[in-house]
C-alpha cells in the first residue's frame, strides 16, 4: 500500500509542466470539479493551492507549472517520494446541474481544471464543446483526456501550427457565429483570456461561469492576496471560489494585482536555477 501523500505517478507533460498522482483516499472520494488542494513539498515549504485535475481510486491527479522556487523543490520529489500535506478537498464545487449545452474554454495551464469541468458537465447529460488553447503545438497537454470528456474538442494554437489558427475566443466566436447555443461558458485560463471570454459572452447574453484560481496564494483568505471585486463586492477566491459570474468580475483591477508577484517568482525561479547548478559543479 502507498505510503501517506506519495507520489504514485509522476508524468511530464512539457517541460514546465507536470503532473503528480497523489495517494490521498479521503480527497479522491469526495472531490468535486473545480476544487482544490493544498500541498506543501517539504516541511518548511510554501502553501501551494493546486485544482484537483482528476481522481482515480484512491489517487487524485494535479498538474503544476515550474514558475517559482516552491513548483521547482515540489517538482524534484521522485514518484515514491511524499509530499508534507495534502490537504482538500477546499472551494465550492463548480455548478453544473441543469445545464443542458455548454462550452467549457481552457488556456494553456487551465486546460487542466477545464478537463474535470468538462467531465462533470458531460457525466450530468450535458452535451458540451471543450476548447483548449495553447500558444504551440508542442505545448499542446492533455489532449487525449480532453477529447474523452466532451463531445467535440477544439484545440487551438497561437501560431497556428496545430487545430485551429489563433486564440480561444476566436473559436468560440465562431462556434457563436455558426448558431450555438450555449446555456451556460465556463472559462478557466489566464486572466486576460478569461476578461475577453466574458467580453465576447456578454455580446450574445451567455452567462459565463470563470475560475479565479490563478489568482490563490494562501488558499484560506487570511492573505488577502485572492481577494477580487465582484459586482461591487468584495470576493476571495479561495473561499468565496474560485468559481464566480465572470460577467460581474473587475478583471483591469484583478489582473493589476496578480502582476505584483511576476517578477519576485521570476527572481526566486533563477536562484533556485542558481543553487542546482552550484550543486552539480560542485
Given amino acids: 500500500m502507498p505510503k501517506k501523500y506519495e507520489i504514485v505517478r509522476k508524468k511530464v507533460l512539457t517541460p514546465d509542466i507536470s503532473s503528480i498522482s497523489v495517494y490521498a483516499p479521503l480527497i479522491a472520494k469526495k472531490a468535486l470539479a473545480g476544487q482544490f488542494i493544498i500541498l506543501r513539498a517539504s516541511a518548511d515549504g510554501e502553501r501551494i493551492p493546486l485544482?484537483?485535475?482528476?481522481?482515480?481510486?484512491?489517487?487524485?491527479?494535479?498538474?503544476?507549472?515550474?514558475v517559482g522556487d516552491s513548483t521547482m523543490?515540489?517538482?524534484?520529489?521522485?514518484?515514491?517520494?511524499?509530499?508534507?500535506?495534502?490537504?482538500?478537498?477546499?472551494?465550492?464545487?463548480?455548478?453544473?446541474?441543469?445545464?443542458?449545452?455548454?462550452?467549457?474554454?481552457?488556456?494553456?495551464?487551465?486546460?487542466?481544471?477545464a478537463l474535470p469541468v468538462a467531465k462533470a458537465l458531460h457525466d450530468a447529460g450535458a452535451k458540451v464543446d471543450l476548447i483548449g488553447g495553447f500558444r504551440t503545438k508542442n505545448i499542446v497537454i492533455l489532449e487525449d483526456e480532453m477529447r474523452s470528456a466532451c463531445d467535440d474538442l477544439y484545440i487551438c494554437t497561437d501560431d497556428g501550427s496545430y487545430g485551429f489558427n489563433?486564440?480561444?475566443?476566436?473559436?468560440?466566436?465562431e462556434l457563436l457565429k455558426a448558431g450555438e447555443q450555449y446555456d451556460k461558458v465556463y472559462a478557466i485560463g489566464p486572466l486576460v483570456m478569461m476578461k475577453f471570454i466574458c467580453r465576447l459572452t456578454k455580446q450574445y447574453n451567455v452567462p459565463t461561469i470563470v475560475s479565479m484560481n490563478p489568482i490563490m496564494i494562501d488558499g484560506t483568505g487570511m492573505c488577502g492576496c485572492c481577494r477580487v471585486?465582484?459586482?461591487?463586492?468584495?470576493?476571495?477566491?479561495?473561499?468565496?471560489?474560485?468559481?464566480?459570474?465572470?460577467?460581474?468580475?473587475?478583471?483591469?483591477?484583478?489582473?493589476?494585482?496578480?502582476?505584483?508577484?511576476?517578477e519576485f517568482e521570476q527572481r526566486r525561479r533563477a536562484e533556485h536555477k542558481c543553487r542546482l547548478e552550484g550543486m552539480e559543479n560542485g
Wanted: with cysteine; charged share 25%.
Fill in 51 to 66: 485544482t484537483v485535475s482528476s481522481t482515480e481510486g484512491e489517487l487524485v491527479t494535479v498538474v503544476y507549472q515550474k
Fill in 73 to 113: 523543490t515540489l517538482d524534484e520529489i521522485p514518484e515514491g517520494g511524499c509530499l508534507t500535506d495534502f490537504v482538500g478537498p477546499l472551494g465550492q464545487p463548480t455548478p453544473v446541474e441543469g445545464v443542458e449545452r455548454a462550452a467549457v474554454v481552457g488556456g494553456g495551464l487551465g486546460c487542466a481544471i
Fill in 166 to 173: 489563433g486564440f480561444t475566443t476566436g473559436k468560440l466566436e
Fill in 229 to 262: 471585486t465582484v459586482d461591487g463586492q468584495v470576493k476571495f477566491a479561495c473561499v468565496d471560489g474560485p468559481d464566480f459570474d465572470g460577467h460581474k468580475i473587475d478583471f483591469d483591477e484583478t489582473i493589476a494585482r496578480a502582476a505584483t508577484y511576476k
